[in-house]
């Protein structure tokens, strides 16, 4: 299963409001669509399981929704903490894949 | 307080071998999969490699298989990956992480450790 990531970039100004997309080559089940976020030198960290539940610590203006085939990373109003690279993740048939990431930068 | 400390990366030539290891602390280590997930210079995430808990079941990318193998100590809560006939196109940052099933996601991973492939 391919993951496509969109916008590739997006530009926002704190306090505005992000939204991502995950679309899928064939439908995933929600239960096995994960989001991370990574920032510059560091590992990824753990943001949204199962499409829509936040992990532990994360707050709550992330928010993750959608099914089957599209996906969405809501980040509800922009933080300087929130500037990042996200990742979409799929589980299926033992085997992991990534989406290619989106990269929210201030505008 | 799950803690993941990977080592081992460095220069290797092409076709060459190295061993990667993932020193695991804060929880019942036998008690989870791990995985290897790598990431290219400038690049996204890539899975590379999963192992059972008990170490009884392994998966491989296709890009990977025949050439890398995971294996773990649990004894020793150590995760490692041999990487051999190593190609330019394996040079990243390889980190291990913490495998949640039956969900299959990553809820924890290590800081990361570099491997370069050049002559």
């Known amino acids: 299963i391919v993951l496509t990531q969109s916008p590739g970039t997006l530009s926002l100004s704190p306090g505005e409001r992000a939204t991502l997309s995950c679309r899928a080559s064939q439908s995933v089940s929600s239960t096995f669509l994960t989001w991370y976020q990574q920032k510059p030198g560091q590992a990824p960290r753990l943001l949204i399981y199962?499409?829509?539940s936040r992990a532990t610590g994360i707050p709550d203006r992330f928010s993750g929704s959608g099914s089957g085939t599209e996906f969405t990373l809501t980040i509800s109003r922009l933080e300087p903490d929130d500037y990042a690279v996200y990742y979409c993740q799929q589980y299926g048939g033992l085997l992991w894949t990534f989406g290619q990431g989106t990269k929210v930068e201030i505008k | 307080e799950v803690q993941l400390l990977d080592s081992g990366g460095g220069l290797v030539q092409p076709g060459g071998s190295l061993r990667l290891s993932c020193t695991a602390s804060?929880?019942?280590?036998?008690?989870?999969?791990m995985s290897w997930v790598r990431q290219a210079p400038g690049k996204g995430l890539e899975w590379v490699s999963t192992?059972?808990?008990?170490?009884?079941?392994?998966q491989y990318a296709d890009s990977v298989k025949g050439r890398f193998t995971i294996s773990r100590d649990n004894s020793k809560s150590t995760l490692y990956l041999q990487m051999s006939s190593l190609r330019s196109e394996d040079a990243a940052v390889y980190y291990c992480?913490?495998?949640?099933?039956?969900?299959?996601?990553?809820?924890?991973w290590g800081q990361g450790t570099l491997v370069t492939v050049s002559s």
């Open positions: 992480a913490k495998l949640h099933l039956p969900d299959g996601y990553f809820d924890e």
């Open positions: 192992i059972s808990g008990r170490g009884g079941s392994t």
């Open positions: 199962g499409a829509a």
């Open positions: 804060g929880f019942t280590f036998s008690g989870d999969a």
